[in-house]
C-alpha cells in the first residue's frame, strides 16, 4: 500500500542504484526527512515578510487615485447624497459581479470540467492517433498560412525569403516526426489511463490553480501600495507636510527632500524582488501539482491497487509527499523559475521604456530587444529542465539539483536524448483546451441570454466563457502531460514493474519506440508476459 514512509511513490531499484547511482544514501529502514529545508524554510519567511509589508502598506487603489480616509470623509460631510449614491453603486456593481460569478462563471467551469475529462477519458484514447495527426497538420498550415499572410501584406523580397524558408522548415518537420506518431499515441493512451483512474489529481490540481490566483490578487495588494512609495523613498516624511514641518520647528529647505540614485536603485531592487515573489510563489504552487502527478501515476505503473480510485491512496500519499518531504525541493526548483522569469518580465519593462518615444529602431530599443530574447529564451530552457526534474522528485523522492541531474543521465545513457524534444503530445493537448475553451464559450452565450455582461453583445459572455474554459482545461492538460513524462522515466527505469501491472500498454509502448527509435534499448517484445490481458 502507498503510504509516506517513501521519500517518493517508487523504491529505487538496487539495479539502477548500481548502474545511475539511483538510490537514496540511508538505510533502507530510515524514516526520511524534507529535502532541501533550508529552501522551504527561506519561502515560509518571504512570506511572512509579504504578508507583513501587505499589512503595513497594501492598496487596491491606484497611485494616482491614493487619497487618506479622512480626506474621503471629508467630502462625503461636504455632500451626503454624493456619498451615499457611492455606496449604492458600489453595491449594485458588487451585487452584479455576484451575479455574474453564479450565473455564468461558475456553470462554465463545472461545464468545461466535465467536458475537458470526458473527452480525455473516453474521447481521446479512441481516436488518438487521428488527433495526434490532426494537430501535426495543423501546426504545419498554420505556420505555411502565416507565412504566406505575412508575404501579402509586406511584399518585399527578404520577407518572401523568411517566409519560404519556414514553409520548408515546417514541412520537413511535419515529415519527420511523422514517424514518431505511435509513439506520442501510446504515451498519451497510458498517461490518461492513469490519470483517469485517479480522478483527485484533476481536482487537487484546479484547487491549486485557484490558490494561484487569489495569491496573483495579494500580491498586487501588496505591491500596489509599495510602488505607490516610489515619489517618497528615502525622503523625509515632513517634506510632503510643511505644517508638520512647522509644528516640529524643521524647516523644509534644510530636510533631504531629493532622491538620490541609489535610493532609486534600490527602490528598483525592492520591486525586483517583489517580481521574483510573485513568479516563485505561483511555481510553487503549480509545481507542487507536478510532483503529485508524477507521484500518483508512478505508483499506478508499478502498483495498480494502490492507484486505482478517485481519491486513491497513491493521491494522497503523493499530496502529502509533495507538501512536506518535497517541499523544499520544489521551492528550490521554483526559485530558479521565479527569477528567470522576473529578469525576463524587467527586461521587457525596460524595452518598453526604451520604445516609448516611439522610436523602436534605436540603440536602446534593439539592445533590450536583444535581452529580452535571451532572458526568454533562458527562461523556456529553466522550464524545461525543471519538468523533468519534477518528475524524479516526484517518483523518488531525490532532492532539486540530483533529480535535474539523474533525468538527464537517464536519457543520455539509454540513448534517448531526443524524446525529450518531442512535442506531439502539446500539440493534442494544447488543441483540446482550446476546443473546450470554444465549447465553453458557446454555453456562457447560452447562459447570458438576457446580455447583461459588458457592452459588447454576446462577444463579452463569448470571452468569460472562453476564458474560463480554457484556464480549466488547460489545468488538467497539464496534468495528462506531467504523466507523459513520468510514463516515459518509469518505462525507461522499471520496465519489468509496469509491464507486470499494465502489460498490453506497456508492449504499445515498446512497440511504438522501438519503431521511432531503432538504437533504443526496450524490453524484449517476446517476453510470455506481455501476452498476459488486463
Not at 30 to 42: D, G, H, Q, V, W
Not at 181 to 192: D, E, G, Q, R
Not at 250 to 257: A, E, F, K, M, T
Not at 464 to 483: D, E, R, Y
Request: glycine share 8%; proline share 3%.
Amino acid at each position: 500500500m502507498a503510504d509516506t514512509a517513501n521519500y517518493g511513490a517508487v523504491p529505487p531499484s538496487e539495479e539502477a542504484t548500481k548502474s545511475r547511482g539511483h538510490g537514496i544514501e540511508m538505510p533502507d529502514d530510515s524514516r526520511p526527512t524534507c529535502r532541501n529545508p533550508i529552501m522551504a524554510l527561506l519561502f515560509i519567511a518571504h512570506l511572512v515578510v509579504i504578508a507583513l509589508t501587505g499589512a503595513k502598506y497594501g492598496t487596491f487603489s491606484l497611485p494616482e487615485e491614493l487619497e487618506s480616509a479622512a480626506d474621503y470623509a471629508a467630502k462625503a460631510a461636504d455632500s451626503v447624497v454624493d456619498y451615499e449614491e457611492d455606496v449604492l453603486n458600489g453595491q449594485e456593481e458588487g451585487e452584479f459581479w455576484r451575479g455574474v460569478a453564479l450565473r455564468l462563471a461558475l456553470p462554465c467551469a463545472a461545464f468545461s470540467f466535465i467536458v475537458a475529462y470526458v473527452v480525455a477519458a473516453f474521447v481521446l484514447p479512441k481516436c488518438a492517433q487521428a488527433a495526434v495527426r490532426l494537430c501535426l497538420f495543423l501546426s504545419f498550415f498554420v505556420t505555411v498560412g502565416l507565412a504566406v499572410a505575412f508575404s501579402i501584406q509586406y511584399p518585399i523580397w527578404w520577407v518572401y525569403t523568411i517566409s519560404g524558408i519556414l514553409s520548408v522548415l515546417a514541412a520537413v518537420y511535419t515529415c519527420k516526426v511523422w514517424k514518431l506518431v505511435p509513439f506520442a499515441v501510446a504515451n498519451l493512451k497510458v498517461a490518461i489511463k492513469g490519470m483517469t483512474e485517479n480522478g483527485g489529481t484533476y481536482i487537487i490540481a484546479l484547487i491549486f490553480a485557484i490558490l494561484a490566483f487569489i495569491w496573483a490578487i495579494g500580491w498586487f495588494y501588496v505591491a500596489n501600495g509599495v510602488y505607490a512609495l516610489r515619489e517618497v523613498y528615502g525622503k523625509s516624511s515632513l517634506c510632503d507636510d510643511p505644517e508638520a514641518a512647522a509644528a516640529a520647528g524643521v524647516s523644509i529647505n534644510g530636510l533631504d527632500c531629493e532622491q538620490t540614485s541609489d535610493e532609486v536603485a534600490k527602490f528598483g531592487g525592492i520591486m525586483f524582488g517583489l517580481l521574483v515573489s510573485l513568479y516563485w510563489t505561483i511555481a510553487v504552487i503549480l509545481n507542487c501539482v507536478r510532483v503529485m502527478v508524477a507521484g500518483t501515476m508512478a505508483t499506478w505503473c508499478i502498483d495498480k491497487e494502490d492507484a486505482s480510485s478517485c481519491c486513491s491512496p497513491a493521491v494522497l500519499s503523493s499530496f502529502v509527499r509533495s507538501m512536506v518531504f518535497s517541499f523544499g525541493s520544489v521551492c528550490f526548483g521554483s526559485l530558479v523559475e521565479g527569477v528567470a522569469a522576473a529578469i525576463n518580465a524587467a527586461m521587457q519593462y525596460a524595452k518598453s521604456a526604451a520604445d516609448a518615444d516611439g522610436d523602436t529602431t534605436d540603440c536602446n530599443s534593439r539592445l533590450f530587444g536583444c535581452l529580452v530574447c535571451l532572458t526568454k529564451c533562458f527562461e523556456d530552457m529553466i522550464e524545461y529542465f525543471n519538468q523533468w526534474a519534477y518528475v524524479y522528485i516526484g517518483i523518488y523522492g531525490y532532492g532539486y539539483i540530483k533529480s535535474g541531474r539523474e533525468v538527464m543521465k537517464l536519457f543520455r545513457e539509454r540513448g534517448w536524448t531526443s524524446i525529450v524534444s518531442d512535442f506531439l503530445v502539446s500539440y493534442v493537448l494544447n488543441f483540446t483546451s482550446i476546443l473546450v475553451g470554444a465549447l465553453t464559450g458557446g454555453l456562457g452565450i447560452l447562459l447570458d441570454i438576457n446580455d447583461t455582461v459588458g457592452s459588447a453583445g454576446y462577444w463579452d459572455s463569448f470571452v468569460v466563457g472562453f476564458l474560463i474554459g480554457l484556464l480549466v482545461t488547460h489545468v488538467m492538460m497539464n496534468v495528462i502531460k506531467g504523466a507523459v513524462n513520468t510514463a516515459i522515466v518509469i518505462f525507461a527505469d522499471k520496465p519489468d514493474e509496469m509491464a507486470k501491472n499494465h502489460p498490453v500498454m506497456t508492449k504499445e509502448m515498446a512497440e511504438a519506440w522501438l519503431d521511432a527509435y531503432p538504437d533504443c534499448g526496450v524490453p524484449n517484445l517476446s517476453d510470455p508476459i506481455y501476452a498476459v490481458v488486463v
